[in-house]
Nanobody
């Protein structure tokens, strides 16, 4: 059973930064495709960023230039650095993982429990 544990959510003001972390077993973080999704109130879950095992990255248009997805090979986590946060970034953020092909197919098999990010104006 794959378990993903997110941390780092919270309440910030617009323009501030937060870093989300997703922890899983080492082999999963290093060998799988990893992604961050978010779900805004009343809306479908949307892909925010993804990283392939080889380090390719994808960003949604709404966050490109402000968010950065990365692997920490020491802590064995996948992080989402979020800068210049906006009120419209308020959502529950989920970590997800899947086989390497998930980076291309956007079909991820395992999900964390989510962490709330709230950005006040």
């Amino acid at each position: 059973q794959v378990q993903l544990v997110e941390s780092g959510g919270g309440l910030v003001q617009a323009g501030e930064s937060l870093t989300l972390s997703c922890a899983a077993s080492g082999s999963i973080v290093l060998a799988n495709a990893m992604a961050w999704y978010r779900q805004l109130p009343g809306k479908q879950r949307e892909l925010v960023a993804a990283i392939s095992p080889g380090g390719l990255t994808y960003y949604a248009d709404s966050v490109r230039g402000r968010f950065t997805i990365s692997r920490d090979n020491v802590k064995i986590t996948v992080n989402l650095q979020m800068n210049n946060l906006k009120p419209e970034d308020t959502a529950v953020y989920y970590c997800a993982t899947g086989l390497p092909g998930s980076y291309w197919s956007r079909n991820f098999d395992y999900w964390g429990q989510g962490t709330q990010v709230t950005v006040s104006s």
